[in-house]
């Protein structure tokens, strides 16, 4: 697990914000970008970071491609924190 790019790319509040829509379901980049008042090349920048740091998973479907969470990587981030916090 790259840490560092996963902080990275949740320290920005639209990628956060990407994450909870998605968490909800797997949705097409035209529907994630419907969701924001900033440019499609913006949010599939975006897209591209949380991908990168293996936070999202994308699959093409005709045209279309769709995003989803990626839990696995998350639960990791969380149980490395919860080791860096130490059971008292």
């Not at 996963?6 to 998605?22: M, Q, V, Y």
Request: proline share 1%; net charge negative.
């Amino acid at each position: 697990m790259a840490v560092h790019e996963t902080l990275k790319a949740l320290d920005d509040p639209i990628r956060r914000e990407i994450l909870g829509l998605l968490k909800k379901g797997r949705l097409s980049a035209g529907e994630i970008a419907e969701q924001f008042d900033i440019t499609g090349a913006a949010i599939s920048r975006h897209l591209s970071v949380l991908k990168d740091a293996d936070l999202v998973r994308d699959t093409r479907e005709g045209k279309y491609i769709f995003y989803e969470l990626n839990t696995s990587v998350l639960e990791e981030v969380l149980v490395w924190i919860a080791d860096l916090k130490g059971s008292n």
